[in-house]
């Protein structure tokens, strides 16, 4: 199931996995679902973001979350640049798995239980940081601003927001200050 919601300017896609199975093991079963998640991906247009949701799922192993998650992940750099993935309902199990797996390919992702947003995956604590007080804000925040709120120097901060960026956690979007010049503004999509 795939409903496409309007925030602002940005589209959020939802895939709703609703599979016969409960259970998701192996990376072959990953193999065979991942196509799926590439073509909601190559239909939403830079800056849009696919909300995967597992609320039907019990269990899956390292294996399936290592081969699914790990890949979806790594193509945004190539592939689909400027999308975003959050994934949500997940249980205990899954969440184990997942962090784990997202770990050991150096990776991290945006998991949204009710109205809250975490990082899961290999995260430094500095960085988690940095993008709660950006998902707190819950507006577009510029690095001066971010940098008075953490009480953390402009260079660090910029340092914190290019990690994030890469990692495809906020959205980068060029803005004016109030003095007129041009600026950079960041967001978590939720």
């Known amino acids: 199931m795939t409903r496409l919601?309007?925030?602002?300017?940005?589209?959020?896609?939802?895939?709703?996995?609703?599979?016969?199975?409960?259970?998701?093991?192996?990376r072959a079963m990953a193999k065979h679902l991942r196509p799926e998640v590439s073509k909601q991906l190559e239909a939403l247009s830079p800056g849009d973001t696919l909300v995967i949701d597992l609320v039907n799922v019990k269990v899956f192993d390292y294996s399936f979350a290592n081969e699914y998650f790990g890949k979806i992940m790594i193509s945004l750099k190539g592939e689909y640049p400027g999308r975003f993935v959050i994934v949500e309902n997940l249980n205990e199990y899954t969440r184990e798995n997942l962090s784990k797996a997202l770990e050991s390919l150096g990776l991290a992702m945006i998991?949204?239980?009710?109205?809250?947003?975490?990082?899961i995956g290999k995260v430094h604590p500095v960085v988690e940081q940095t993008f709660e007080v950006i998902a707190r804000a819950g507006t577009p925040v510029s690095s001066g601003a971010l940098s008075r709120e953490l009480n953390v120097n402009l260079t660090a901060t910029n340092e914190r927001l290019s990690k994030l960026t890469d990692l495809g956690l906020v959205r980068r979007?060029?803005?004016?200050?109030?003095?007129?010049?041009?600026?950079?503004?960041?967001r978590v999509l939720s």
Do not use: P
């Open 173 to 186: 979007d060029k803005s004016s200050s109030a003095a007129g010049r041009q600026q950079y503004e960041y």
């Open 5 to 26: 919601v309007s925030l602002d300017t940005v589209n959020t896609m939802e895939i709703k996995l609703k599979l016969q199975e409960e259970h998701l093991w192996t």
């Open 111 to 119: 998991e949204r239980r009710g109205k809250k947003l975490h990082l």
